[in-house]
């Protein structure tokens, strides 16, 4: 019989509707019941495309005497740590405090007031490797509460105070200079393997807020080193098992095996990290023209499309690390890895034996039972073009016909407003309207769908049907960065006004008046035992950093001056935590280059939108690398963006206006002089 979890919209939640463990949602009553049987509180936190949240699941969360264990003893309460990202984060944070680690699954033992007391993540069925058992630590967090509450009391409520006591303040920090800047780059170079073009450790995620920064601060400062790192780094990724190399689209990290050989991934793919990658290697073409870098970003620009867009327009958080691998076991990896025979059968032994020597696939394998990941080793001579794309076209249609990993279809608004902002620059950039269209789409599914009248946002919808779940910082930042982005491309003024009113939310709900800090959560949000507020890039970037930069960028298109002015106070963080760790602040130290570049504003007015003329100004002023540009493209007689306000045609002819701090260049009609001119 279906528990609590069946009303979900989260595909997460739903995955553990059947289990017999008597699951509750985040909500008041579940602590309520607990209070009323006075039993701790277990709360299990994961997401869709967790493979470790998988196994857990069917080990213990699937087992009858487990879960009757956990009914009797426990008020079990399941989160989808992507629907309340602010859950996760307080407790996350108890966590890594507690044990100087963290992941998913979470597993945290509170009060019924929701104080923790006992933390862990995966733990096996059976005791091994210096684990207990899931058992044995339900059967452990037990006893304490039985027969040592007074010593359980006394370190709930010591942990809770010193997670409330923590407040992130930057002081009088001021905002990023020249020297922040340069000293965050020296770090930087300090944490890269020149070999590899990684950076140094076992596990590499993609840095794509990192590469921002450095593509900017070379577009500004004329950094040949930022330049060459955010090459190689680009370069590396591009090469490796972290791409598809069939389908596109990118993966959550990779592993450095010890025995060496290729990185291997961790096969789930993640929306966030598409978005931001597909919108990073645009970037990088943007500065460099580098064929690879168009490649990429086109290649994962159309995985996001063909595969994470919804029904209703929008776009699917992830699709799943593991899939059936055709024998009914559900396989992490399954549905990418090869081996020489499957090559054989789909390609023949001529294009097998090249797929194999170009992919890297051996007769051994280099993942799992002799089958191999796909990437590019270093190869000496030539391949041919026209034969490796046949090859791809074929292992992609080959590849369709297996079993597909699960998608988790949830569209979060935070995630699908970077993918709003990658897809409408990178089919900007490549003319591909299509693109745009498709971002266009999915800007109109979160105004439709997941906007009130007031303009708050709704963190999730699902089928069509919005999340009850309340909007957190990185939602309105987001949001808002990927209608400045659709302002830009499209010259259309609707979207600068959706992203006014979210923005106007952040400075009312989330800045703190004093400090000029940000917090995760608005002012009226629900109170959990710690408003969560982080300025640190992680898998995404932090909504402090996301709502400096969209703050700044609305500033620069409206002159809005309280917008400017908490996008300064914000950047202080940055000041602070820059030069100290660069790889964690990415979003915010490229925030930063913008202001110091600016940012500059670009006016391009022609006699039609249609008019091939204007098109090519237009283009040529998206396609300038000064940090954080702004751009408006309309008529004269427009009142769709403001900076178009008062400018006029010269000789009739398609004209641009460049400014910055106040002073403005003289119209050009010339696309070369607007192009040298936001050459950075």
Known sequence: MPNRLAQATSPYLLQHADNPVDWWPWQTEAFEEARRRDVPVFLSVGYSACHWCHVLAHESFED??????????????????????????????????????????????????????????????????????????LEGVHNAWTSRRDEVGEVAGKITRDL????????????????????????????????????????????????????????????VAALEMAEGLCGAMARSSLYDQVGGGFHRYVLTPRAGGPLVPHFEKMLYDNALLCRVYAHLWRSTRSELARRVALETADFMVRELRT???????????????????????????????????????????????????????????????????QH?????????????????????????????????????????????????????PDLVEAAVCAADLLVRLHLDEAARIARTSKDGRVGANAGVLEDYADVAEGFLALASVTGEGVWLEFAGFLLDH????????????????????????????????????SGWTAAANALLSYAA???????????????GVVKALGPRVPRFIGWGLAAAEARL??????AVVGPALDDPATQTMHRTALLGTAPGAVVA??????????????????????????????????????????????SG
């Open 64 to 137: 009858d005497d487990i879960a009757a264990y956990m009914n009797e003893h426990f008020v079990s309460v399941k989160v989808d740590r992507e629907e309340r990202p602010d859950v996760d984060a307080v407790y996350m944070e108890a966590v890594q405090a507690a044990t100087g680690q963290g992941g998913w699954p979470m597993s945290v033992w509170m009060t019924p007031d929701g104080e923790p007391f006992y933390f862990g993540t995966y733990f096996p069925p059976d005791a091994r490797h210096g684990m207990p058992s899931f058992r044995q630590v």
């Open 164 to 223: 409330a006591a923590r407040k992130l303040s930057t002081g009088d920090a001021g905002t990023p200079t020249e020297e922040t800047q340069a000293l965050a780059l020296l770090q930087l170079t300090r944490d890269i393997d020149p070999a590899s073009g990684w950076f140094k450790g076992d596990t590499k995620f993609p840095p794509s807020m990192v590469i921002e920064f450095l593509l900017r601060h070379h577009a500004r400062a004329g950094s």
């Open 311 to 377: 029904n209703e327009g929008g776009f699917a958080s992830a699709l799943d690390a593991d899939s059936d691998d055709g024998t009914g076991r559900h396989v992490e990896g399954a549905y990418y890895v090869w081996t020489p025979e499957q090559l054989r059968e789909v390609l023949g032994d001529s294009d097998a034996e090249l797929a194999a020597q170009y992919f890297g696939v051996t007769e051994e394998g280099t993942f799992e039972e002799g089958a191999s990941v796909l990437q590019l080793p």
């Open 380 to 432: 000496e001579g030539a391949f041919d073009a026209d034969r490796i794309a046949s090859v791809r076209e074929r292992l992609l249609a080959a590849r369709a016909a297996r079993p597909a990993p699960g998608r988790d279809d949830k569209v979060v608004a935070a995630w699908n407003g970077l993918a709003i902002a990658a897809l409408a620059e990178t089919g900007a950039y490549f003319e591909r």
């Open 506 to 541: 952040v400075l009312a709900r989330f800045v703190d008046e004093e400090s000029g800090a940000l917090y995760d959560t608005a002012a009226d949000a629900e109170r959990l035992i710690r408003r969560p507020q982080d300025p640190t890039d992680n898998a995404a970037p």
């Open 557 to 571: 298109q409206t002159g809005a001056e309280p917008h400017r002015a908490a996008a300064e106070r914000a950047l």
């Open 597 to 602: 570049d600016g940012p500059r504003e670009i």
């Open 633 to 678: 493209v309309g008529t004269p007689d427009s009142d769709e963006l403001p900076l178009l306000a008062g400018r006029s045609l010269v000789a009739g002819e398609p004209t641009a206006y460049v400014c910055r701090n106040f002073t403005c260049d003289a119209p050009t009609t010339d696309p070369e002089r607007l192009r040298a001119a936001l």
